[in-house]
């Protein structure tokens, strides 16, 4: 079954730039999709369609994609991005939905 | 605002099923992909099963012999079945809306309802 990979841990300072990767082949054929979820709470849509920000996500999240790698880009990290994050995609016939297997963001 | 609660019986008795409804309000049920994830004690997401507004579903090979999903316009809710549970079933379970979908099928969500944790036991 397909898969995308993510490293388990980041971290970082405040106000360092975080980067989280993502890899599965079939990212260069269909698109891309990061969440943020807090202890606690349902995940929230951070970025879509590879590097879309929805209305509301503050423009220090922002994503690239390059070749089957996708990363997801903190800039100016605060404590309140500490969380896990996960990306999400779809399989390379785009039948079925798979996430990575979630990062934790720890802020120094 | 579009807002999603799922709803349904918090403990589930080994082998028997596990029924979920989640509710939507503020918004159609219309032109989305009605999904649920669920997420096991302390792990990441995973994908569970869809339903688009026409009624057709799409269910996760891992799960697909003991999943049914379905639709109620008149209602603005869908539900979920999932058969012949086991502790290994015990999780949050989330409802979401999918949108953005791009022309290769895949599609995120951007509209989460809060969850809701399931135990599986005797």
């Known amino acids: 079954s397909y898969e995308l990979t993510q490293p388990p841990s980041v971290s970082v300072s405040p106000g360092q730039t975080a980067r989280i990767t993502c890899s599965g082949y079939?990212?260069?054929?269909?698109?891309a999709y990061w969440y943020q979820q807090k202890p606690g709470q349902a995940p929230v849509l951070v970025i879509y369609?590879?590097?879309e920000r929805p209305s509301g996500i503050p423009g220090r999240f922002s994503a690239s994609s390059s070749g089957t790698t996708v990363t997801l880009t903190i800039s100016g990290v605060q404590a309140e991005d500490e969380a896990d994050y996960y990306c999400?995609?779809?399989?390379?016939?785009?039948?079925?939905?798979?996430f990575g297997g979630g990062t934790k963001l720890t802020v120094l | 605002q579009v807002q999603l609660q799922e709803s349904g019986p918090r403990l589930v008795k080994p082998s028997e099923t596990l029924s979920l409804t989640c509710t939507v309000s503020?918004?159609?049920?219309?032109?989305?992909?009605w999904t649920w994830i669920r997420q096991p004690p302390g792990k990441g997401l995973e994908w569970i099963a869809y339903v688009y507004y026409s009624g057709s579903t799409n269910y996760n090979p891992s799960l697909k012999s003991r999943v049914t999903m379905s639709l109620d316009t008149s209602r603005n809710q869908f539900s979920l079945n999932l058969s012949s549970v086991t502790a290994a079933d015990t999780a949050v379970y989330y409802c979401?809306?999918?949108?953005?979908?791009?022309?290769?099928?895949?599609?995120?969500?951007?509209?989460w309802g809060q969850g809701t944790t399931v135990t599986v036991s005797s």
């Open positions: 979401a809306r999918g949108s953005h979908k791009g022309t290769n099928g895949a599609y995120g969500m951007d509209v």
């Open positions: 369609q590879d590097s």
């Open positions: 079939a990212l260069p054929k269909q698109y």
């Open positions: 999400q995609s779809a399989d390379s016939s785009g039948t079925y939905v798979v």
């Open positions: 503020g918004g159609s049920i219309s032109s989305y992909y």
